[in-house]
């Protein structure tokens, strides 16, 4: 039908297929084979001149409506991708949305009206095409190899204990994450020297939030891990150890778009990788001070 239309439009099919960078047999035989299925003569042509019939006339207009419709279509999706618009629905665990997730969209978006945020905090790892999620920022490697995954960076969970606490580390109560299992391996390394120190734990108290387990260790009822990010939020909380850390956790992003993703998720991929890198780094360069 499109050339058709711009068979019309050129007044020949040499005209046309020079137009389009065609051969004139293509667009002969593309003719033929529209006539033959509408079992309809559209053209009337000489080797001088061509003109419509009246089925071809009408046929024509609907060709141009349609033309009008594909360019819309096509000039839509171009814009998109040049100013972002559209809902945006996002999960991350609890911690990472309330720390970097949410201030990195919030920078990013505020100058955008017409992005709308859905997000949605939540530790266990949500399915995106069954809670028709954009973006999913997960923690540690993911499962889902159908998904298109990029890392964003890492962080260091840090074993804390209350500032005004008196117990051992190792008599300590241990507060355990959800995910976290009954019995409890921990393996710190030295800043300096590399030498690993191993400690090991049963679960006495369980939450089902970074905040919750954090409140809990605040009001000395045991240790728990908090990302290093977080610890200026929590001030009655300090590091169980100095000089010893726990291994970097790496942060994920992932989508189900098999080619190109909509410009506000590519968007807010790079916002949270961002955020994500500036509060690693400043939290690195406290620790090293």
């Known amino acids: 039908m499109t050339l058709f239309m711009h068979i019309v439009d050129c007044g020949s099919i040499s005209k046309a297929a020079e137009k ?13 084979q529209l006539e033959h299925d509408l079992s309809a003569t559209l ?10 019939t ?8 609907q060709c141009l409506a349609m033309n009008d419709i594909v360019e819309q279509a096509w000039q839509e999706v171009k814009q998109a991708q040049q100013s972002p618009s559209g809902r945006v629905a996002i999960t991350a665990p609890h911690a990472l949305m ?3 997730v949410a ?36 923690v540690g490697d993911s499962k889902d190899s159908n998904y ?16 005004s606490s008196a117990i051992p580390v190792e008599q300590a109560s241990y507060i355990a994450n959800h995910w976290q299992r009954k019995h409890i391996q921990h ?16 679960a006495k108290h369980q939450a089902n939030t970074i905040s919750q387990v954090a409140t809990m260790v605040s009001l000395d009822m045991g240790i728990g891990i908090v990302p290093e990010f977080l610890l200026n939020q929590f001030p009655t909380i300090t590091p169980c150890f100095k000089d010893y850390v726990l291994p970097e956790t790496s942060v994920y992003a992932l989508h189900s778009f ?32």
């Open 20 to 32: 389009l960078d065609l051969s004139k047999s293509v667009l002969s035989q593309s003719l033929k």
């Open 43 to 52: 053209l009337k042509r000489t080797t001088r001149k061509q003109t419509l």
């Open 54 to 61: 009246p089925q071809g006339k009408q046929f024509y207009q």
């Open 98 to 100: 309330e720390s970097v």
């Open 103 to 138: 201030p990195a969209l919030a920078k990013a978006f505020t100058p955008f009206p017409d992005v709308s945020l859905s997000l949605i905090a939540e530790d266990h790892q949500l399915d995106l095409m069954q809670h028709d999620l954009d973006l999913a920022i997960r």
């Open 148 to 163: 298109k995954q990029r890392k964003l960076g890492q962080f260091r969970d840090v074993l804390c204990q209350s500032a």
């Open 187 to 202: 393996e710190l390394v030295h800043r300096e020297s590399k030498a690993s120190k191993s400690l090991k734990f049963s």
């Open 258 to 289: 098999s080619r190109q993703p909509p410009l506000a998720v590519t968007m807010a991929v790079d916002a949270i990788q961002a955020h994500l890198t500036q509060v690693t780094k400043e939290k690195n360069e406290e620790s090293l001070t």
